[in-house]
């Protein structure tokens, strides 16, 4: 059963170049004021493991690679095995459908898991996000807005 | 004689991506690499010309999952160069926020990494189905590291909180105690996971390596001390790049480390840890490090789980004891005049020794830096071994081989990320 109410927002990065698309459409999103975010940022997909509750709806925002051309936006419903054809980051090789696979056998995820994805190339240490990158995570941001109220509206599956 | 080839091309569950090059000649290890290709060192250049100030903030974005080493190592050299000493409560913290990495780092390596390979599980994933509890275990045990990274790091991201002088600000008593439940479930649970991989079946394989590591008088080491060797020499930390020397080797652009006095690698991480200052370890863990009857000096490198979660106990039941004291808040950090000069510190991250070494000019900027992270360090060790595990392992089918050197290599918890690019897995048979 998942609560509409709330959704847990993921962003997922580092903060070396276009790695922070992730971590920047989160942010974006938390200067537009959605209503009953639960917003996290994470370095790592792991960390979602430390707080993910399988009541809410969950959106993760990340940056990936092998999806197209640079600052092109991606979307994936979770579970699907289109996450093995793209490159995450992750540390220790759990990267994130890794992440989710475990969450799912553990109990830990929601019924409803949204991926939303920002193609990026390479990520240079102490670099500022390049334009495309951040072209795609405005798209990104104006997508899942878009889609939001329909999430919180879902009915509640009762058992 | 026909020549084999091995080749594993992406290790698995290690920090960042890597390879294994293997050729053998019939039966006989002709050559072992890791091949690791090391990025050029952006961070020393980027830290040129910066702010001192700059230092742990930018150096915590080497590595995501040990950022508070990188952290501990910058702020303690600059205090160096800047004749700043810090006060007791000041150390103690910092100390605290080190037992919260060692928790988080030690934790999921031991539970999700590394247990797969003694459970015959090709990953963390396969093992939950069977072992769901052990799993929640490891993943309730690094939550618990990143609460106390964030509370005294300020961000478990990337810790903001730390500064050269101290901290911005020191949590108050009421919001270290929220801890406290947690980390006692926590102690128990780490005795309990030390117990745990103490009973898995072991591969036998002993390392000549001498080890080396921080020791202190007083204390376990992770922020202080002097550089100790299994052979018996200390090592001031001011001597430390005349006596630990990167070098090219042609196979990589990783810098390999040897000793300058044996012309030999050596090893760091918790295995030489726990080898070498035993008995500094916190009650419980030395306790325990008797009851499961771990080895005084032990030599084989797929033993260091144990030793990971001896440093486990030890992180919590030190952790516990800071949680619950009285700590004052008036002075989270000193205060310094900028003046030109060098400074240098060894800190123990979770994987090994970690050096900073920084020149700084009057005006507070940053001259010169030079960081050499454990990883790069143990890589000529973990070479040495790999070709004494093949010669015990090449007789299996190739990819058993294969996965028994990927097994091997996941025993030193190699934080490639810090030091590499990728890595590639390639055995030649000839």
């Known amino acids: 059963m998942t609560d509409s109410r709330q959704i847990q927002v993921a962003g997922l990065g580092s903060p070396h170049g276009d790695d922070q698309a992730g971590w920047e459409i989160v942010r974006a999103l938390e200067k537009r004021g959605l209503s009953q975010a639960i917003v996290h940022l994470s370095r790592t997909p792991d960390d979602l493991l430390n707080w993910l509750d399988p009541a809410y709806p969950l959106v993760i925002c990340d940056a990936c690679r092998g999806g197209g051309p640079v600052g092109s936006v991606h979307r994936w419903q979770w579970p699907t095995t289109e996450l093995d054809q793209v490159n995450w980051s992750g540390t220790h090789q759990i990267a994130l459908p890794g992440v989710l696979s475990l969450a799912a056998e553990l109990g830990q995820l929601p019924e409803l898991v949204i991926i939303w994805g920002v193609e990026i190339s390479e990520t240079i240490p102490g670099d500022a996000i390049s334009s495309e990158v951040s072209a795609g995570v405005e798209r990104a941001v104006e997508s899942i807005c878009r889609e939001w109220d329909v999430i919180r509206s879902l009915e509640v599956d009762h058992a | ?430």
Not at chain 2, 44 to 58: K, Q, T, V
Not at chain 2, 93 to 111: N, V
Not at chain 2, 224 to 239: L, P, R
């Open chain 2, 1 to 430: 004689m026909t020549e084999r080839k091995i080749k594993v091309e992406t290790l698995t569950r290690v920090e960042g991506e890597g390879g294994l090059y293997v050729r053998l000649q019939g039966e006989q290890v002709e050559e072992v690499r890791l091949e690791i290709y090391e990025p050029p060192r952006l961070f020393e250049a980027l830290l040129r010309g910066r702010p001192l100030e700059d230092a742990p903030d930018i150096t915590a974005r080497i590595c995501g999952i040990c950022p508070v080493a990188y952290q501990m190592s910058s702020v303690h050299a600059m205090e160096m160069a800047l004749g700043v000493e810090i006060t007791p409560e000041i150390r103690r913290l910092r100390r605290l926020l080190y037992c919260g990495e060692w928790i988080e780092s030690h934790g999921l390596h031991m539970h999700l990494l590394h247990a797969p390979d003694f459970l015959g599980f090709e990953s963390g994933l396969a093992m939950a189905k069977q072992f769901p509890d052990e799993v929640n275990r490891g993943l309730r045990l690094k939550k618990h590291g990143n609460q106390l990274v964030d509370l005294l790091g300020g961000r478990a991201i990337h810790p903001v909180n730390v500064c050269v002088g101290g901290f911005y600000r020191i949590p108050s008593r009421n919001e270290f105690q929220k801890l406290v439940p947690d980390f006692e479930w926590g102690l128990n649970a780490a005795i309990e996971t030390t117990r745990w991989v103490a009973g898995f079946e072991y591969p036998e394989l002993e390392s000549d390596c001498e080890f080396v590591s921080l020791s202190h008088p007083d204390e376990y080491p992770m922020n202080e001390g002097v550089m100790q060797t299994s052979s018996g020499d200390q090592i001031e930390i001011s001597n430390y790049r005349d006596e630990f020397q990167e070098q090219q080797v042609p196979h990589s652009t990783a810098l390999h480390a040897i000793r300058k006095t044996t012309g030999r690698p050596y090893l760091l991480g918790p295995l030489s840890r726990v080898n070498l200052n035993r008995d500094r370890l916190s009650p419980s863990a030395r306790k325990l490090a008797d009851e499961i009857a771990f080895e005084p000096e032990c030599r084989n490198p797929h033993r260091a789980i144990i030793a990971r979660g001896l440093e486990l106990v030890h992180s919590y039941e030190e952790a516990l004891q800071i949680l619950r004291d009285e700590h004052s808040t008036k002075q989270p950090r000193m205060t310094y005049e900028y003046q030109a000069g060098v400074g240098m510190s060894a800190t123990e991250a979770p994987r090994g020794t970690l050096f900073h070494r920084y020149e700084i000019d009057a005006e507070g900027k940053i001259v010169e830096a030079d960081i050499i992270p454990p990883t790069s360090q143990n890589q000529a060790q973990i070479e040495v071994d790999l070709k004494a595990w093949v010669g015990q392992v090449i007789e299996k089918e190739e990819s058993q081989a294969a996965r028994l050197c990927e097994n091997l290599v996941r025993a030193y918890d190699p934080c490639i990320s810090c030091s590499t690019h990728f890595l590639n897995v390639t055995i030649e048979r000839s």
